[in-house]
């Protein structure tokens, strides 16, 4: 159901009616202005209309020109596309200025997919991700040539790439004041075992 035009209160109405005679539905944020200028546009309407019908599958019924809003409509959770479409531009129509073409089809296709799946990750770090994060990461590491019996002052100490150290870099504080168990020469990562 496109809601071109309602506001949350009148489409609250319809979608009782829906949800009480059982049948399955969308909702479309839409502007129904051919075209329509990103000025009047309300991709929020996504958004509120989730957070009003959690029920509810909600899309984005575009009639902009180019994909970038319904390209963000769908990182904000849009799980379907309209757009009025074209097999040329050369034809005569009110809506041929924001139709798409078989070429931007696809690429609206192709791109959505991607931010659907890129929307839909968890934040967590990628197994792929792995060998960067060792080589990113900093280890603590001597600053300097430092004696056996030495107590490590924060001027001693640095952290580096990599990350392949015993001690991390978040756990620099950690080597302060604690005192080498046998000398190290600068750039050597330190280890748990160095300190005493």
């Known amino acids: 159901m496109s809601t071109g035009m309602q506001t949350i209160e009148t489409i609250r109405a319809s979608v009782d009616i829906l949800e009480k005679a059982g049948i399955e539905y969308a909702l479309l944020e839409c502007t129904n202005l051919y075209p329509s200028p990103a000025e009047i546009v309300s991709l929020r309407g996504v958004t509120e209309l989730k957070q009003a019908f ?17 390209l963000a409509s769908v ?6 596309l309209e757009r009025h479409y074209t097999d040329t531009r050369y034809r005569k129509g009110p809506d041929i200025i924001n139709s798409m073409d ?8 192709d791109r959505s997919k991607e931010i659907w799946i890129a929307a839909n990750n968890p934040k967590h770090r990628s197994a792929p991700e792995e060998d960067v994060y060792r080589f990113a990461r900093g280890s603590v590491v001597a600053d300097r040539d430092l004696p056996a019996g030495h107590v490590i002052a924060e001027a001693d100490i640095w952290a580096r790439r990599p990350g392949s150290g015993e001690i991390a870099a978040y756990d620099f504080d950690k080597v302060l004041g604690k005192c ?17």
């Open 180 to 196: 080498l168990t046998r000398a190290v020469t600068r750039n050597t990562q330190l280890k748990w075992g160095d300190l005493a």
């Open 102 to 109: 078989p070429a931007e089809l696809r690429f609206l296709i």
């Open 75 to 80: 990182a904000l959770g849009a799980s379907i």
């Open 54 to 70: 959690p029920k509810a599958v909600v899309g984005f019924s575009d009639h902009s020109i180019g994909p970038e809003m319904a």
